[in-house]
């Protein structure tokens, strides 16, 4: 059974037209992740959640905003989708390392390829 | 220079044959290292993590040189359902996992 939960697995939405990705879990991690691929590079980290703090990669557009109403569910909002905002948008989750001598997985959904016409 | 670097390939290579892929990351404080599999148009999916003292499992053996800031993978007796992405995979965070994803090495094994 899935354990990351991604929603939809693709989403076409419209030039300037925000657009809420949706990402559940059952393993009641603790951290939550937003991961962008784009074709043929590396996913990059756009933020993450500990608990309820959020955490805002650097480089992150302020475009891209977060969610997480609970332990189990968090959401992406892209407020104006562009062209280069396409993608394949990832979430994962991970526990908490704090304490733990051994290398932990983390878990990833299907992904959400977002299109933007 | 990009945190994680790895040849892009792709490398052709038949079935049976040995194919060893390399890895280098520029934070020497990185604590921990992975090689995740991603195949066409699907996630990341954990193939396996990287001890300091190298291990395997099957028919794969990852190392990890910290002195030099180096990672590799060795899929021996290749099959095709190994053909994918292998990506390079290095933990920045602290009591989390912060993935630093590397662009990958993509393989292809031909009958």
């Known amino acids: 059974d899935a354990m990351v939960i991604q929603n939809p697995r693709y989403q076409v939405t419209q030039f300037g037209k925000p657009v809420t990705l949706s990402c559940s879990q059952t393993l009641n991690h603790n951290v939550m992740y937003w991961y962008q691929q784009k074709s043929s590079q590396a996913p990059k980290l756009l933020f993450h959640?500990?608990?309820?703090?959020?955490?805002n990669e650097a480089d992150t557009p302020d475009n891209f905003q977060s969610r997480r109403p609970n332990t189990s569910f968090c959401f992406l909002d892209i407020r104006s989708p562009g062209l280069g905002d396409a993608a394949m948008y990832l979430c994962?989750?991970?526990?908490?390392?704090?304490?733990?001598?051994?290398?932990?997985?983390?878990?990833f959904g299907q992904g959400t390829r977002l299109t933007v016409v | 220079r990009k945190e994680v670097e790895q040849d892009p390939g792709p490398f052709n290579v038949p079935e049976g044959a040995t194919v060893a892929f390399n890895c280098t990351y520029s934070?020497?404080?990185?604590?921990?290292f992975f090689w995740y599999r991603q195949d066409c148009r699907k996630e990341p999916k954990l193939l396996m993590s990287v001890y300091s003292s190298g291990n395997e499992d099957g028919r794969f053996t990852a190392q990890l040189n910290r002195a030099s800031q180096y990672i590799s993978l060795l899929i021996r007796d290749s099959k095709l359902s190994d053909s994918a992405t292998y990506l390079c995979v290095v933990n920045k965070g602290e009591g989390f996992q912060k993935l630093v994803f590397g662009t990958g090495t993509r393989l292809l094994v031909s009958p």
């Open positions: 994962a989750t991970s526990r908490d390392l704090f304490g733990q001598a051994v290398n932990t997985e983390a878990f």
């Open positions: 934070n020497s404080a990185s604590q921990s």
């Open positions: 959640y500990y608990d309820k703090d959020f955490n």
